[in-house]
């Protein structure tokens, strides 16, 4: 091969590798995959995206550094968020906050910041979080609020104004103003105590805090942050169920499901819904949980544990553990519903204690194999009315403290061993 002919090969090879990571870059931009809102055929954002990318970059800034990179200064697009401009379009030559003039004013971020969370409006301290960081030390903007003379005032390791923050009669930069929402991110320096200003004496041995009557705040009552039960539609009063489970029986209460996590715990103040099931009310199959992702509880005991059953599955006495319905839409009809909750099993209190076994509820429930038989409905033979007096009255119990033939409709003429519906004759059970 001729030197030439080596300068030349050399020279291609290099072409098509420049060619390759051209495509993995545009590939690593545009997937279809990804959520980088980038159409998949042109490799770009949409004819829009001028208007819409700032609603998407505060709902997920990570889908931006992906391209952008971490910084937001290019990354793989080459592309800077800290432009004054692109392709004469007005950018962010200060950064890609979009803040209105005069931002900068304690009265004008901080206004903002206080009041109730809502990433579209850009408002709450939540929202300066996206780009200044979970703690406020830089993030993204690589801007603290922290320690910032002028600001929050030299030597103020917090993302508020200092004195008279804690209260003024005669200014607006006081914490009384702050919508109670923004809770969570005040507990990220405020729950578990901090060092009080030098002006405050504590007791001995007394840890500060903000409701612990060292500061300023006595205990809250029950009922401050949110109804008993929830019954609202925003964190921390959101009602989902509560209602129809705190009526459903007076044993109940909210340790039934946040176990552990009552009025003073560490738990109770962490901005975090945290569901944790009293192991009383374990179901016999095991330990109750809660799903975050379908919102959706299993092996709860005051249930008798949720399960499916085919009538292929009830000829031999089986079945498949299941879930309740979505704690924030779901609803049971507990008078129509039965077999939500309720299975055949192989005896008294297996695979759940509230698995029905006796008689010929197989053939009841799940007709005769040549399916001449219809089906009739639990509450043809259960009184709905008798039975309300005693369905949930005993959760925790292994089984109710009434039993099964007590609910039976007196139409039925049910004597405990035989039965003389309308349906048909006197029959053995």
Excluded at 297 to 317: D, E, N
């Amino acid at each position: 091969m001729s030197l030439y002919q080596m300068h030349f090969q050399n020279k291609l090879i290099f072409i098509i590798i420049i060619i390759f990571c051209g495509i993995l870059l545009a590939t690593g931009c545009s997937s279809k995959n990804n959520q980088s809102l980038i159409d998949p055929n042109t490799g770009k954002h949409s004819a829009n995206w001028y208007i819409d990318h700032r609603a998407a970059f505060l709902a997920n800034p990570g889908q931006c550094t992906e391209c952008h990179g971490n910084d937001l200064h290019g990354g793989i697009s080459a592309v800077s968020c800290f432009s004054s401009s692109f392709n004469g379009l007005q950018c962010h030559a200060s950064g890609p906050s979009g803040h209105p003039a005069g931002w900068a004013s304690p009265d004008s971020h901080g206004a903002s910041a206080k009041s109730f969370p809502n990433n579209t409006q850009t408002t709450g301290f939540s929202t300066c979080q996206l780009c200044h960081g979970a703690d406020f030390t830089g993030g993204l903007a690589s801007q603290t609020c922290l320690n910032t003379a002028g600001c929050h005032g030299a030597g103020v390791a917090s993302p508020h104004s200092p004195a008279p923050w804690i209260l003024s009669l005669t200014s607006s930069r006081t914490h009384t103003t702050t919508n109670p929402a923004n809770g969570p991110v005040c507990g990220l320096c405020h729950l578990g105590g901090r060092t009080p200003p030098s002006y405050v004496t504590l007791p001995t041995g007394t840890t500060p805090g903000c409701f612990n009557n060292t500061l300023c705040h006595g205990e809250p009552a029950c009922g401050s942050c949110h109804g008993i039960p929830p019954n609202g539609t925003v964190f921390p009063n959101v009602a989902g169920q509560h209602a129809p489970h705190m009526a459903a029986s007076t044993v109940i209460s909210c340790s039934t499901c946040h176990f552990g996590a009552g009025e003073g715990t560490a738990l109770h103040f962490n901005g975090v819904v945290n569901v944790i099931f009293d192991p009383a009310y374990n179901a016999k199959s095991g330990t109750a949980a809660y799903n975050t992702a379908t919102g959706t509880c299993s092996s709860i005991g005051c249930h008798g544990s949720s399960r499916t059953q085919t009538a292929s599955q009830a000829s031999t006495r089986t079945s498949t553990p299941g879930a309740t319905p979505v704690w924030l839409t779901g609803t049971i009809d507990v008078n129509t519903q039965c077999s939500l909750c309720h299975v055949l099993g192989p005896s008294a209190g297996n695979p759940e204690n509230n698995s029905y076994f006796s008689g010929q509820h197989e053939l009841h429930v799940y007709g005769e194999a040549s399916g001449a038989f219809t089906q009739p409905a639990c509450t043809v033979c259960h009184d709905t009315t008798k039975l309300a007096a005693v369905h949930f009255t005993s959760l925790t119990a292994p089984i109710s403290e009434a039993t099964a033939s007590a609910t039976i409709n007196s139409a039925i003429n049910f004597n405990g061993t035989t039965c003389n519906p309308g349906c048909h004759g006197t029959e053995t059970w």
